[in-house]
C-alpha cells in the first residue's frame, strides 16, 4: 500500500479545518485535509462582520444580511432588537464550508475524500493516519499517510478526540434538528431581514427554536439536550405556527452541539483539535461558525510552533490562546443558558430583559465584534443591577 507523507493532516473539512489547512498550505507546509464525501453541517448559518473582515471572506458568500432579531416569550409576547450600523451575515453551510476549503486547496492543500480510522505513533515518532475512502474509490477501502502532525477538526463527537484525547466523550450536548424550507413571501411571522428565535418550553424545554432566513431558504430548528423530546415534532409545531408548514422542505439534518470546551485539546505528541471537535461552540446562542474559524487559526499556529521547536508543549497554546480572549464570554453565557433557560418563568423574564436599550446594544456589540464592551461602563453597570432584579423577582415581566 503507498503511504503518502504530509507535514500536516486537518481531519474535518469544516471552517476550523479548512481554515487550519489555508493557514499552514500558505505558510509553505505540506498539508492534507481529509474529509467525507457530501458532508453538510447542520446550522443556523449565522456569522458575525468580525469573522468576514478577520478571516477575509468575500460578502458574495452571504446568502442574507439581518437587521434585526426577534425574541419570542413562552406567553408569545415579542421583543424587537434592532441593529443599529451593522447586519449578521447568513450563510449557506454546503456552499460556505466548499468555498472554505477550496481557497484552501488553492494554497495547496492537498484534498483527500474519506472518513477517519485512526492514527498510531510509529518508532520515529511519525504518525501514521488510516482513512476509509469506502464509496470514493470502490477499488480500494483503507488508504494511509504518515504526517508530523495532526489537527482533529471532525465535529462534535470527533473520533480524532475519542482516540488521543482523554475524557473527550464526557462533553455534554445539545442536540440540534432544522430542516431547511422555501422561504415564502415577508408576512407577519416572516421577514426576510430578522431572526426570530423561540423561547418556548414547548418547543425547547433548555434550549431554544429558530427561524433564520438564508435568502431563497430558511432554516426552521431547534435544539434540546433533554433525552426523549422529540426535536422533529418541535420543529413541525413550529413550522405550523410560523405557517412554514406550507413551505417546500428541502432537506433535513441534526448534529450534535458541544456545550463547553474541552479541558484539553492536545494529546501532548502531535495532535490537536479545533472547532466543535474541541467544544468551541457559544453556550446560550449556539454560535459556532466565528469560533470554528478562530480555533482552526489558533491550531494552525500552535501546529507550526511544534513543527518549528520540535516541543509538543507548543500544542497547549491553542487552547490557552483561545480561552484567553473567548472564556469570559462563554462563562458569561454558560451562566445566562443555565439560569435563564431553566423555565418559562424565567425565560418570560428573559425576554422581557432583552427589551433594555443598554442590553440590546451591548449584546450587538458583543456578538459582531467579539468584544465584551468597555466603551459604556455605566451601562455595564445599569444591566448589572436590572438582572438583579430579574433573578431576584424585583422585576416583573
Not at 413562552?74 to 453551510?93: F, K, L, Q
Not at 417546500?248 to 479541558?263: F, V, Y
Not at 499556529?301 to 497554546?317: H, M, N, R, Y
Not at 427589551?355 to 461602563?377: E, I, S
Amino acid at each position: 500500500m503507498q503511504t503518502d507523507n504530509f507535514d500536516v493532516v486537518v481531519v474535518g473539512g469544516g471552517p476550523a479545518g479548512a481554515t487550519a489547512a489555508d493557514d499552514l498550505a500558505r505558510r509553505g507546509l505540506s498539508v492534507a485535509l481529509l474529509d467525507r464525501a457530501g458532508r453538510i453541517k447542520p446550522c443556523g448559518g449565522a456569522i458575525p462582520p468580525q469573522a468576514m473582515t478577520e478571516f477575509d471572506l468575500p460578502e458574495s458568500l452571504l446568502v442574507a444580511r439581518i437587521r434585526s432579531a426577534r425574541m419570542v416569550s413562552p406567553t408569545a409576547v415579542s421583543v424587537d432588537m434592532h441593529i443599529e450600523g451593522g447586519y449578521v451575515g447568513m450563510v449557506d453551510r454546503e456552499s460556505f464550508d466548499e468555498w472554505l476549503r477550496e481557497r484552501a486547496a488553492a494554497h495547496g492543500a492537498v484534498r483527500l475524500t474519506g472518513e477517519f480510522e485512526g492514527l498510531q505513533y510509529l518508532d520515529d515518532g511519525v504518525i501514521e493516519l488510516s482513512y476509509d475512502v469506502r464509496g470514493a474509490d470502490p477499488a480500494s477501502v483503507t488508504r494511509k499517510v504518515t504526517t508530523r502532525a495532526v489537527i482533529g477538526a471532525d465535529g462534535a463527537r470527533s473520533a480524532v478526540a475519542r482516540q488521543c484525547i482523554p475524557d473527550a466523550g464526557r462533553v455534554p450536548y445539545v442536540a440540534a434538528y432544522h430542516e431547511i424550507v422555501r422561504s415564502p413571501a415577508t408576512g407577519a411571522h416572516y421577514d426576510g431581514q430578522r431572526c426570530d428565535v423561540y423561547y418556548q418550553g414547548k418547543l425547547s424545554p433548555d434550549f431554544y427554536a429558530w427561524v433564520f432566513p438564508h435568502g431563497e431558504t430558511v432554516s426552521v430548528g431547534v435544539g434540546s439536550a433533554l433525552k426523549g423530546f422529540s426535536l422533529r415534532n418541535a420543529v413541525a409545531d413550529l413550522r405550523n405556527l410560523t405557517g412554514l408548514d406550507l413551505s417546500d422542505t428541502i432537506r433535513k439534518e441534526g448534529a450534535p452541539i458541544p456545550l463547553r470546551p474541552l479541558r484539553r485539546w492536545d494529546d501532548g505528541r502531535g495532535v490537536v483539535l479545533a472547532g466543535d471537535a474541541a467544544g468551541v461552540v457559544a453556550p446560550a446562542s449556539g454560535e459556532g461558525i466565528y469560533y470554528a474559524l478562530a480555533g482552526g487559526r489558533l491550531a494552525a499556529e500552535a501546529v507550526i510552533g511544534l513543527l518549528e521547536t520540535g516541543d509538543p508543549g507548543a500544542l497547549k497554546s491553542a487552547r490557552r490562546r483561545f480561552m484567553r480572549a473567548h472564556g469570559r464570554v462563554f462563562w458569561v453565557l454558560g451562566l445566562l443558558q443555565r439560569f435563564w433557560y431553566s423555565s418559562d418563568a424565567r425565560r418570560e423574564r428573559f425576554v422581557s430583559m432583552c427589551r433594555d436599550p443598554d442590553v440590546q446594544h451591548l449584546t450587538w456589540q458583543a456578538y459582531m465584534y467579539k468584544k465584551l464592551v468597555r466603551a459604556r461602563p455605566l451601562a455595564h453597570l445599569r444591566i448589572f443591577f436590572k438582572d438583579l432584579g430579574h433573578l431576584l423577582g424585583v422585576v416583573r415581566a
